[in-house]
């Protein structure tokens, strides 16, 4: 039986992942293992999958490296898991060491800290040791494009499912070779691509796994009764989901607005206490405190404790800066309004990729929120569950 690696750190990615390799796995097409890096690895125990760690890969005379990661991971907070922290960090800066020499390394650790590495070193010996026969590693910048660069050199088929637009990792992944296939939310991400000089063939539209959830009868089953529970009818409900901006953007110094945020609330509770037929729900983000919201019948905290996928289905809109909420409402059927005028505008491409039904500065929010909301929901975006196309993708190598 051939053997596929998976790669991927937590959060977004880590969910976009685990649906595609359960079902390699229930398939029993393939022995399957997932690297999982940071946060990752508990989501990836939680769903009863091999788990590999970094910390599964130190050697004798790994012993300066990990002292290293010692003092690395001594400026971090809450590190959950203190042996993988400091095996990811001493083996990837060692490597940055050898590449650079000494000094120039600790100045680019200084500058740039873990965006400093690109640990192909490191995912060439995991690959050495696993064998794979197929290498499969999200878009995220580090030990996943380090994982695709290592299978090339070893000359492993390799797949990089990708999450969202690759507007910064265009860079690598638009270059010919870098991965033999490449899977992609929507046609706009493919043509972005074909672009940037990949070869048609290579890019298959996929959608996102991760969002395969809002396509379950049962959620959308869930958002329609949730609705009628909350008394919302025919009211015309929007979601705001809360986010922060920066001073300054944190790779290239651009100057932020973090009062943008703010602002955009104010708008929309001024926008719903306008008329009596609207609703306005305020999503926190995980960890947030409160965000001071009027005392006003429609106006409802919809905090982590609210389910997602459902909400997503009992709203009308969601209007947002750069939060992939605002992506996964579309995907859902409620219409896009996208505020822009933040620093990372150019990585939430929204209308420009054919999602948002409008995105517009601040002062024009209140008329485009209204245009929006006079047209009906839109059908679900991902035509069919993205995992089973991932999949057909990965079966032309096994």
Not at 14 to 20: D, F
Not at 72 to 97: I, K
Not at 343 to 361: H, K, S, T, W, Y
Request: charged content about 20%; aromatic content about 4%; some cysteine.
């Amino acid at each position: 039986m051939k053997k596929v690696l998976f790669v991927c750190y937590g959060s977004g990615h880590v969910r976009m992942v685990v649906p595609v390799a359960r079902a390699l796995q229930d398939s029993s097409r393939a022995q399957v293992q997932v690297l999982g890096l940071t946060t990752a690895a508990q989501v990836v125990r939680d769903a009863g999958l091999p788990l590999l760690q970094v910390k599964d890969f130190v050697r004798p005379g790994d012993d300066a490296a990990l002292a290293a990661g010692d003092a690395l991971m001594r400026s971090m907070a809450n590190v959950v898991d203190p042996d993988e922290t400091r095996a990811y960090l001493g083996l990837s800066y060692a490597q940055l060491e050898r590449e650079q020499g000494t000094e120039q390394a600790r100045r680019r650790h200084e500058a740039d800290g873990r965006q400093a590495f690109l640990p192909t070193g490191l995912l060439e010996r995991i690959l050495d040791e696993v064998r794979p026969d197929l290498v499969v590693a999200t878009n995220s910048p580090r030990a996943e494009r380090a994982a695709i660069l290592a299978a090339r050199a070893r000359e492993v088929p390799a797949v990089c499912i990708v999450d969202l637009f690759a507007i910064d990792e265009v860079r690598w992944i638009g270059q010919p070779g870098y991965a033999d296939r490449i899977c992609v939310l929507n046609e706009h991400v493919r043509d972005f691509l074909v672009a940037a000089g990949r070869s048609p063939h290579e890019i298959a539209v996929t959608g996102n796994p991760a969002f395969d959830v809002l396509l379950d009868p049962a959620v959308q089953q869930a958002g329609h009764e949730l609705r009628q529970a909350r008394g919302w009818g025919a009211s015309k409900v929007v979601l705001w989901p809360a986010q922060d901006e920066p001073a300054r953007h944190p790779f290239d110094g651009r100057p932020g607005d973090p009062q943008l945020p703010a602002r955009a609330l104010a708008e929309l509770v001024a926008w719903c206490q306008a008329a009596d037929d609207r609703v306005l729900c305020v999503r926190a983000r995980a960890g947030q405190g409160g965000l001071h919201l009027p005392d006003h019948p429609r106006i409802v905290a919809t905090g982590q404790d609210w389910p997602l996928p459902p909400l997503l289905h009992a709203v009308d809109a969601v209007v947002t800066l750069t939060s992939t909420v605002g992506l996964e409402g579309r995907l859902a059927g409620a219409r896009l309004v996208q505020v822009t005028g933040s620093v990372f505008d150019d990585a939430m491409p929204l209308a420009r990729f054919g999602l948002a039904d409008a995105a517009v500065p601040l002062q024009q929010l209140p008329a485009a929120l209204d245009a929006a909301l006079a047209r009906p929901r839109h059908p679900v975006q991902q035509a069919g569950a993205a995992a089973p196309r991932v999949l057909a993708q990965l079966a032309a190598f096994l």
